[in-house]
C-alpha cells in the first residue's frame, strides 16, 4: 500500500476513535458496529488510493515511454529537415552557377544573333551586287 494511503488510513483511525472509552468490553453493540463500519470504510478508502495510485503510475509511466517517443521523432524530424536544408543549399548554389551559366550563354547567343545578321545583310549586298554584274554581263553579251 502507498504511504499516502497508509497515512491517510492513520489519520483517519485516529480522528475515528471515540473520547474517552471504557474497556473494549463494555463497549455497546451499536458504538462496536460503528467502530467496525470506519474500520471497514477506511479499509476500502486505502483500496481504493491504492487502485489510484497504481493507475496514475502507470498512466504516468506511459506518458514518460510516450514522451521518449516524442523525443525521439523529434530527433529524426530535426535530421530530416538539416538535411533538407542542406540540400536546398546545394540546389541554391547549383541554380545560381547554372543562372551564370545561362546568363554567359545568353550573350554568346545574342553575339551570334548580332553577327549573323551583318552576315545576312552583307548576303543580300553581295547577291545585289551579284545581280549587278551579271545584268552587265548579260547586256555586254547581247548583239549591238
Same mark, same amino acid.
Do not use: N
Given at each position: 500500500m502507498s504511504a499516502l $494511503?497508509?497515512?491517510l488510513l492513520w489519520t483517519l483511525a485516529t480522528a475515528a476513535q471515540p473520547a474517552p472509552t471504557p474497556p473494549v468490553g463494555s463497549l455497546e453493540p451499536a458504538q462496536q458496529e460503528e467502530l467496525t463500519l470506519l474500520f471497514h470504510g477506511t479499509l476500502q478508502l486505502g483500496q481504493a488510493l491504492n487502485g489510484v495510485y497504481r493507475a496514475t503510475e502507470a498512466q504516468l509511466t506511459e506518458a514518460g515511454r510516450n514522451l521518449g517517443l516524442y523525443g525521439h521523432t523529434l530527433r529524426l524530424?530535426? %535530421?530530416?529537415i538539416s538535411r533538407g536544408r542542406d540540400a536546398a543549399q546545394e540546389?541554391? $548554389?547549383?541554380?545560381?552557377?547554372?543562372q551564370a551559366h545561362a546568363d554567359r550563354q545568353s550573350h554568346v547567343v545574342w553575339a551570334l544573333m548580332g553577327h549573323v545578321q551583318r552576315q545576312k545583310r552583307e548576303i543580300a549586298e553581295q %547577291?545585289?551586287?551579284? %545581280?549587278?554584274i551579271q545584268e552587265r554581263l548579260h547586256t555586254a553579251a547581247l548583239p549591238a
Open positions: $494511503a497508509l497515512c524530424l530535426g %535530421q530530416e540546389l541554391r $548554389a547549383s541554380l545560381l552557377d547554372t %547577291q545585289h551586287r551579284l %545581280q549587278k
